[in-house]
T-cell receptor, first 115, second 112 residues
Framework: GAGVSQSPSNKVTEKGKDVELRCDPI?????LYWYRQSLGQGLEFLIY????????KSGLPSDRFSAERTGGSVSTLTIQRTQQEDSAVYLC?????????????FGDGTRLSIL | QQQVKQSPQSLIVQKGGISIINCAYE??????FPWYQQFPGKGPALLIA???DVSEKKEGRFTISFNKSAKQFSLHIMDSQPGDSATYFC???????????WGAGTKLIIKP
């Protein structure tokens, strides 16, 4: 079946430009997460959406980062005025809420390179 | 108190050997402990998970050992194969909000 889909798979842009990263979660999954993974590093939590509740933005590293989730499905992570330190793989995950400890299902990420 | 400490950072094991990765936590409110496996260019995928009411869970060649009093848990991969070469992440969460707290990852290489 369809998994979590992220686009683009790779993005190269110049410092100072804005970028938008897209995540299509698994249908019916009400929880959606964004993470950042630097080369060879662990996962850094960015933001969490759960249904119609206010998102948990506690992991966003600066006000240049924002995310939205339209209609409880597709999510877009926007990075404004990109910096070289923003270069990383951005991972999206979704999970159903019903049922105990349902696992997070990850997409394959967007590899962002800032020149 | 929210950290999950994972070791080693990297591990090389001969084919057929046992791979062991360890994690430790501080927050006694954690009650769900998954392990994720990540291959290069892919997102992490759930491998196996445990709740603290059991001390061990086995699925095929993969076993989680859980020591509640020591606040430690480990992943054992028996008869390690080259296809097991990947990065492994431990994590922990509290049931109420299911925010996963992630370990830093272990890069495992199985030598043929």
């Amino acid at each position: 079946g369809a998994g979590v889909s992220q686009s683009p798979s790779n993005k190269v842009t110049e410092k100072g430009k804005d970028v938008e990263l897209r995540c299509d979660p698994i249908s019916g999954h009400t929880a959606l997460y964004w993470y950042r993974q630097s080369l060879g590093q662990g996962l850094e939590f960015l933001i969490y959406f759960q249904g119609n509740s206010a998102p948990d933005k506690s992991g966003l590293p600066s006000d240049r980062f924002s995310a939205e989730r339209t209609g409880g499905s597709v999510s877009t992570l926007t990075i404004q005025r990109t910096q070289q330190e923003d270069s990383a793989v951005y991972l999206c995950a979704s999970r159903p809420v019903s049922g105990d400890n349902q696992p997070q299902h990850f997409g394959d990420g967007t590899r962002l390179s800032i020149l | 108190q929210q950290q999950v400490k994972q070791s080693p950072q990297s591990l090389i094991v001969q084919k057929g050997g046992i791979s062991i990765i360890n994690c430790a936590y501080e927050n006694t409110a954690f009650d769900y402990f998954p392990w994720y496996q990540q291959f290069p260019g892919k997102g992490p995928a759930l491998l196996i998970a445990i709740r603290p009411d059991v001390s061990e869970k086995k699925e095929g060649r993969f076993t989680i050992s859980f020591n509640k009093s020591a606040k430690q848990f480990s992943l054992h991969i028996m008869d390690s194969q080259p296809g097991d070469s990947a990065t492994y992440f431990c994590a922990a969460s509290m049931d109420s909000n299911y925010q996963l707290i992630w370990g830093a990852g272990t890069k495992l290489i199985i030598k043929p």
